[in-house]
């Protein structure tokens, strides 16, 4: 998770590009926001609005693939029929994270702001409300979102992530309850464990029997010694394992966790127990059980490895990893399966979850108005319609009758994507309709993807959704100083951890001398970044 994003300077010329991308209209535009405030003001009826009204909405594309502009979505082009409000979509040109994140930058450092910016925001809220990027929506809130107020802020829990420090309110949230945040964690060749007679492992131990026998038993039936027991996409899956020893072992942000024995944040390299974790990493290393090429295959790569039969168990997600593997193997080869591993259980004596998403109700995505904005009410009560019981349902289930229909009280997909004409498979053909995925302000219904994947997928749901979550912090929010401090720290300590990391694990580092590389990172800081840590946290438990 990135604490920050830097500005760059700005060429005229990049400028010049940036103007093209419209915000929000003049008064002299369609928009006529001083006859529209009128009727906004007074009511949420639909439309909300007396005459065509147009506002801009930024936020990244999540299907590049199967669609170009979210004003193809169905859902969408109904919402806009319903409340009169056209959005004009801009969407970075850029998949990739560290692109995107240049085009936010450049789109701040030029101040031409859309009406709402929709972001994976973190820790940098306040920050934009400072910046005067974004505004507080409180007050507005209060007086134009009654569904807002009554499904989120009557809430305690989503009240509680929703809130900044000192109680401003700052964007519209993606919700995410029940299931929702689960998706990610330990897969694993069924059809291998099944021919070597094992079972799916639930502990260390296991995993290590169960690593070398796919190393040493053929399971993929090819007579050559080819087999790869463990990959993973440069590195960070492996890291999955320390929860085992009771303590987080994820790059940066994710290495900040809570003692299960404390209540207190630790910072997993600290601890004795993670030395142990990596020296068993080290041990499985060494003798050939993990991909010697982890920490350079990228996303290509690892699907080649899988889909090659060559590839025993990994760390990805049930849709994007196992679902895509089941699809493209179920006819070439359909002895082909997947299952979703258990947390394993290790010296700690319980199965930890990692991932701290998997505790937010409010993990962090959500959609801010900016102060270029010329009706932020109008807009206020637009996404409050995202959260009451008719926008909730538009958002996660489309239209009746077109992507969904009602059956003994149930909402089930019509044939047009569980069939799709087009041959597209159910999770591919439901994009046209309405986006059940990440990216919007609303109440994720985790029903709503049902049916849409293979059954592994939601088995491995339900597997990984059983892990003690103690180790697991909420999105923390850090003054100006404290953020400025952290960063400052955390750039050197990750970079330098990361490194260390590898070196351990492949043995280029002789685990002896862990404790000259603990105390490094006290000499570089980490004693009072956990403290700022310690201290956000505190805050946190202090909201009401």
């Known amino acids: 998770m990135n604490k920050f994003l830097r500005t760059t300077a700005l060429s005229l010329t990049v400028i010049m590009l940036l103007s093209l991308l419209t915000g929000c209209k003049s008064s002299k535009d369609v928009n006529s926001n001083a006859d529209n405030s009128k009727q906004t003001e007074s ?28 004003g193809e979505i169905q859902a969408h082009q109904e919402l806009e029929k319903r409340t009169g409000v056209k959005i004009k979509w801009i969407h970075p040109t850029s998949t990739d994270p560290t692109a995107i994140n240049e085009q936010f930058n450049l789109m701040i450092a030029s101040n031409d702001l859309p009406d709402i910016i929709f972001n994976n925001w ?5 920050k934009y409300i400072d910046d005067k990027v974004i505004i507080k929506l409180n007050d507005l809130i209060d007086k134009n979102a009654p569904d807002i107020k009554k499904k989120l802020l009557e809430d305690k829990d989503i009240k509680q992530q929703m809130i900044l420090d000192d109680g401003t309110i700052a964007m519209f949230p993606q919700v995410t309850k029940d299931l929702g945040n689960v998706y990610r964690g330990f897969l694993m060749r069924k059809d291998w464990l099944d021919k070597s007679n094992l079972k799916v492992p639930t502990t260390i131990d296991e ?57 207190k944040i630790q910072y997993g390299p600290l601890q004795p127990a993670y030395k142990d974790f990596i020296g068993t990493m080290a041990k499985w290393y060494k003798e050939g059980l993990i991909d010697s090429e982890y920490a350079l295959v990228d996303r290509k790569v690892i699907d ?59 993990p962090g995505y959500g959609g801010a108005i ?42 089930k997909w019509t044939d047009a994507i569980m069939k799709s004409p087009d041959g597209k498979t159910p999770s591919e053909a439901v994009v046209k309709f309405v986006n059940i995925n990440n990216g919007w302000m609303r109440i994720i219904d985790p029903t709503a993807s049902f049916d849409t994947y293979p059954k592994q997928y939601y088995d491995a749901r339900d597997t990984w959704a059983k892990a003690d979550r103690t180790l697991l912090l909420p999105i923390l929010t850090l003054t100006a100083d404290e953020n400025q401090k952290f960063t400052n720290i955390m750039s050197e300590i990750n970079t330098y951890s990361d490194t260390m990391y590898h070196k351990f694990l492949q043995g280029k580092e002789p685990i002896e001398k862990y404790d000259d590389y603990v105390n490094q990172l006290k000499k570089m800081g980490i004693l009072d970044a956990l403290k700022i840590e310690q201290d956000a946290y505190d805050r946190y438990n202090a909201r009401k």
Not at 230 to 246: C, H, Q, R, T, V
């Open 43 to 70: 009511t949420n009826t639909l439309p909300l609005v007396t005459k065509p009204t147009e506002i801009s909405i930024w936020q990244q594309n999540y299907q590049t693939k199967l669609i170009k502009d979210y």
């Open 122 to 126: 973190g820790t940098t809220l306040s």
């Open 207 to 263: 995993w290590y029997t169960v690593l070398k026998a796919f190393k040493e038993k053929d399971p993929n039936g090819n007579g050559k010694a080819d087999e790869i027991p463990l990959s993973d996409e440069k590195g960070p899956g492996l890291e999955n394992f320390a929860e085992a020893w009771g303590v987080k072992a994820n790059k940066g942000l994710g290495s900040f966790g809570v003692d299960p024995k404390t209540g």
């Open 304 to 362: 080649s490895k899988v889909l090659s039969n060559t590839v025993g168990a990994l760390w990805g997600t049930n849709s994007s990893y196992m679902s895509v593997y089941l699809n493209l193997m179920k006819d070439k080869d359909p002895n082909f399966n997947m299952v979703g591993v258990p947390f394993p259980i290790g010296p700690a004596g319980k199965a930890y979850d990692t991932f701290d998403s998997n505790i937010m109700h409010v």
């Open 370 to 411: 900016t102060t270029k904005c010329k009706d932020p009410v109008l807009v206020t009560k637009l996404c409050n319609y995202f959260y009451s019981d008719e926008g909730d349902t538009l958002l996660n289930w489309g239209v009746e009758g077109s992507s969904y229909t009602v059956e003994n009280g149930k909402k």
